[in-house]
């Protein structure tokens, strides 16, 4: 079994996107005729842009269109889901976006809400599942879950910890539940800035996504303590999961893509086929694995009841950890 080090090394590694090919995929109509647009809903150099990016490179090879990367970060996700619910149902606008921790828990977190999550959206493929890491300053006396705890609990309300996601926040706030802390959130954009502030001895803690915070990792700049899944990360094999650490409630997210709703049928299932072909390709599935997540191809069926099941699951986040919407 790889070291942690070594087994980080190699997901960093494959950040390196390799090509597909496209000449099995033919053009039997109009669309696409012109550039297509793909919405990420968190700034540059985030995971959640690797991703994009990534999946917005292979359409390329596809689609034989031009795959523009628009980034509208913000409220969450908000602005970005909100901007594709509103724009032309044409095919021209692509919502590659992290599912779970954008369009789920939205109704539940917000109380004003300019779109609907489930029925707004064409939810079209899944992409992968993925986890996050409670991650500490590597220079730290914390090298175990109960030596961190032990600290949290003497601190009370006087530590805090970092969110830069939904995902993150979640699996802190459960894990906060899970031991009785009282250490406060302290919200970021982006995870760069947090990571600075955990360095520096500003933060206790912060669940990162691994993707957007590889170098971190790799360079031993933040130490990973647990995952936020029920079982550990095939990419990070020595880190113990949230359910191994005695926690009940576990967070494995999952990505998507989705359309504004009342795209027509046709665009819609070959978008479907597009995403389902590089989800289901060798280079695709190694480079997902190997940056922290576990490939998922499915189509809209699944997509759906995914939605459907963690806008459920999202209520029952939000009363464990007891917080108020925004």
Same mark, same amino acid.
């Given at each position: ?106 109704? +539940? ?68 539940? +899970? ?148």
């Amino acid at each position: 079994m790889p070291t942690r080090r070594q087994a980080i090394q190699g997901a960093f590694a494959a950040l390196a996107v390799p090509q597909i090919s496209a000449s099995a995929f033919a053009q039997d109509g109009p669309y696409p005729s012109r550039s297509i647009r793909a919405v990420c809903s968190f700034p540059p150099g985030s995971g959640a842009d690797i991703t994009v990016r990534y999946i917005a490179a292979r359409l390329e090879k596809i689609c034989g269109q031009r795959v523009l990367v628009e980034n509208k970060p913000g409220a969450f996700g908000n602005i970005a889901s909100e901007f594709v619910a509103r724009s032309k149902p044409d095919g021209y606008t692509i919502y590659i976006a992290p599912g779970f921790s954008v369009l789920a828990p939205a109704p +539940h977190l917000f109380r004003k809400l300019n779109f609907d999550p489930l029925n707004d959206f064409e939810h079209v493929a899944t992409i992968y599942k993925t986890q996050f890491l409670l991650c500490v300053d590597s220079n730290s006396p914390f090298k175990t879950i109960p030596q961190l705890v032990e600290f949290l609990k003497r601190q009370g309300d006087k530590a805090s910890y970092a969110s830069t996601a939904n995902t993150g926040m979640i699996s802190s706030e459960i894990f906060k539940a +899970h031991h009785g802390l009282e250490t406060v959130e302290v919200k970021y954009k982006t995870s760069a800035p947090a990571v600075n502030d955990l360095v520096s001895g500003s933060l206790a803690f912060g669940h990162f996504d691994f993707r957007g915070n590889a170098q971190a990792i790799t360079s031993g700049r933040i130490l990973p303590l647990m995952s936020s899944g029920a079982a550990r990360m095939k990419a990070m094999p020595d880190v113990p999961s949230a359910r191994e650490m005695g926690l009940k409630h576990t967070v494995d997210a999952w990505w998507s893509v989705h359309l504004p709703g009342k795209t027509p049928e046709p665009v819609v299932e070959r978008i479907e086929g597009w995403i389902k072909a590089i989800v289901d390709d060798a280079a695709a599935m190694k480079f997902f694995t190997t940056t922290g997540a576990d490939p998922l191809p499915g189509g809209r069926k699944l997509a759906r009841e995914l939605m459907v099941r963690d806008i459920a699951a999202w209520a029952d986040f939000v009363k464990i950890a007891k917080l108020q919407p925004m």
